[in-house]
C-alpha cells in the first residue's frame, strides 16, 4: 500500500504566529471599510461642462470628466449603460448638486474616445524600495471544451504584465526598466547546493545558501527582505477584486 502523505518538516523557530493586539484600532479599521463617504471638488464642478465653443451647431453638454467618472462607476460595479446612468444621476442628487448626467446613449458613443487619467503622483525623494512581480494574462485561446469537442490542439497567447509596487502597496511604475544599484533576490530551489568556489568567493546565490542552511528559509525570507514581494501580490488581487477578471 501507497505510504500516506507526509508534511514538510518545519521547524518551531521558522513558524511564524501572528498575534493582533491592537484591537480597538483593528475593529475601527473594519468598520472603515464599509464607510461611504462621496464629495466633488470644487474645480471638478466648474469642468463637469464644456464652455461653448461659439461655432454652428450642437454645442457639447459634457467634457471627458464627466464621460470618465461614469466610465470609472461603471467599471467599478460592473454595471450596464442604463443602470450607470441611473447610479451617477442618484449620486448628483444626493449630493445636492445641479450637474447635467450623461445618458446611456452618450456614454455608448464617447467612452470608447476617452483615455483613463492616470494619477500623478510626487517623485520620492531618496531611494525607493521598490517590488518588482509580473502576473500572467490570458489574452486568447480556445477552453478546455472546445478541445474536447474537436480534438484540436490547445494554443493559448499569454502576455506577462509587470508592475512595481512601492512598500504602501501602491502601483508606481508597469514597466520597470534595468536600474543601477538594484539587488535582486531569488529564492534558490530547495535542492540547490553551493557553486565549486562557493565556500572561497561565493556569489549572490551561494550567500543565500548558507544563510538558508543558518537560519532556515523563513528567516532567510524575512531578514534578506524577499517577503515584501506579498505587497505586489496584495496589489494584483486587489486590482482583481475591484475590476474582475476581465
Known sequence: MPEPHKRPYRHPKDITAYRVKNWREYDQALRHRGDITLSM?????????????????????????????????????????????????SIVTLMGLSLPCPDHTTLSRRQPTVAMRQQVERAPQGPLALIVDSSGLQVCGQGEWHTQKHGEETH??????????????????SAVAACSGARVI???????????????????????????????????????????????????????????GG
Do not use: M, N
Request: glycine share 8%; aromatic share 8%.
Open 156 to 173: 493559448k497567447c499569454w502576455k506577462k504584465l509587470h508592475i512595481g509596487v512601492d512598500a504602501q502597496g501602491h502601483i508606481v511604475a
Open 41 to 89: 471638488r470644487q474645480d471638478a464642478i466648474g469642468a463637469w461642462t464644456p464652455p461653448q465653443t461659439g461655432k454652428q451647431g450642437s454645442q457639447p453638454v459634457y467634457t471627458d470628466l464627466a464621460i470618465e467618472t461614469a466610465r470609472t462607476f461603471r467599471l467599478l460595479f460592473r454595471l450596464p449603460l442604463r443602470q450607470t446612468e441611473g447610479l451617477l444621476s
Open 186 to 244: 531569488i529564492p534558490p530551489r530547495k535542492d540547490a547546493v553551493l557553486s565549486p568556489t562557493g565556500t572561497i568567493s561565493p556569489t549572490q546565490r551561494d550567500q543565500h545558501l548558507l544563510a538558508i542552511e543558518r537560519a532556515g528559509r523563513c528567516t532567510w525570507k524575512r531578514t534578506s527582505g524577499y517577503d515584501a514581494q506579498s505587497h505586489a501580490e496584495h496589489a494584483f488581487s486587489r486590482c482583481r477584486r475591484t475590476f474582475g
